[in-house]
């Protein structure tokens, strides 16, 4: 059984690492922070005169191992992430 290892000063917390994770063994917690930001992040599609509001997603914090039975050790989350901020132990 494998085991998520995040330097969480280095995670950016791009989603990346969930993305590329084919068994879908790594998700990413939830912002609840009660904040001026929110915890839904809003896109705007600029398109001249006709600006359209895109679907919202909500905002994540850093990725964790949310089934470890379904990790692989393929390393695919450690190989993308930008910041090298994961390493998957077994």
């Known amino acids: 059984m494998y085991k ?6 280095e995670c950016i917390s791009c989603g990346i690492c969930m993305d590329v994770c084919l068994p879908k063994a790594i998700d990413m917690r939830v912002h609840r922070g009660n904040n001026i930001e929110g915890n839904t992040l809003f896109y705007l599609a600029l398109n001249g ?19 470890a039975k379904l990790c692989n050790g393929c390393m695919e989350c450690v190989e993308e992430c930008p910041t090298s901020a994961i390493v998957i132990n077994s």
Not at 4 to 9: D, G, Q, Y
Not at 49 to 67: A, D, G, H, I, K
């Open 4 to 9: 998520l290892k995040l330097t969480a000063k």
């Open 49 to 67: 005169n006709s600006n359209q509001v895109q679907v919202s997603e909500q905002m994540m914090t850093f990725p964790f191992m949310v089934n």
